[in-house]
């Protein structure tokens, strides 16, 4: 077990939705990621959290959106949903960014949009 | 260029044989690096990290080539077990990590 846990676990929705996916990082890490992974695909970075503020941010346009709190856990956002976003969203929870660390994930959220 | 590259396979090998893949990074300043395995429908694990030259853990062992930049994944004795997608990962510091396609195992009995 990571400790990092997501949720919901599996989710539908219709396509114009919006959708919030929850994520809980690991204890101590302060660094969040969020990620797309489409079948057959490796994670496709989306962006990341760093105390609260984005500090990285992968090539998705703007109705993919995110929070972090203050107690590091994390939410990403997506409007007007597609078909296309369809996909496993993966989070991941790192020690601090100064750190060359290595990520651990969640299960991960598998959403479906129809 | 992509960050990392990877053969995405599928490599085919027998139970027991001894297979390696090889993952080439365009960022020279990447001071650590990552393999990950991901198993169908689940979540990256991570399998090993490498610092300096290579690291070794049981049936596998993890090479790091700086002069070529690259960064190799050697499984020696395959298992069934073993049959995964295999990421890996060569961050800057502080850099998000960012992932290739992956290269697909698959263990034949």
């Known amino acids: 077990e990571t400790g990092v846990t997501q949720s919901p676990t599996h989710l539908i929705k219709t396509r114009g939705q919006q959708v919030t996916l929850r994520c809980s990082s690991q204890?101590?890490?302060?660094?969040v990621s969020w990620y797309q992974q489409a079948l057959g695909q490796g994670p496709q970075f989306i962006f990341q959290y760093y105390r609260e503020e984005e500090n990285g941010r992968g090539n998705f346009p703007p109705r993919f959106s995110g929070l972090q709190f203050p107690n590091y856990s994390s939410e990403l956002n997506v409007n007007a949903l597609e078909l296309d976003d369809s996909a496993l969203y993966l989070c991941?929870?790192?020690?601090?960014?100064?750190?060359?660390?290595?990520?651990?994930f969640g299960q991960g959220t598998r959403l479906t949009v129809v | 260029r992509k960050e990392v590259e990877q053969d995405p396979g599928p490599f085919n090998v027998p139970e027991g044989a001894t297979v390696a893949f090889n993952c080439t990074y365009s960022n020279s300043a990447s001071q650590s690096f990552f393999w990950y395995r991901q198993d169908c429908r689940k979540e990256p694990k991570l399998l090993m990290s490498v610092y300096s030259s290579g690291n070794e853990d049981g049936r596998f062992t993890a090479q790091l080539n700086r002069a070529s930049q690259y960064i190799s994944l050697l499984i020696r004795d395959s298992k069934l077990s073993d049959s995964a997608t295999y990421l890996c990962v060569a961050p800057q510091m502080g850099t998000p990590l960012v992932f290739g396609k992956g290269t697909r195992l698959s263990v034949i009995a």
């Open positions: 204890s101590g890490h302060n660094t």
């Open positions: 991941a929870s790192r020690a601090p960014t100064g750190a060359n660390t290595e990520a651990f």
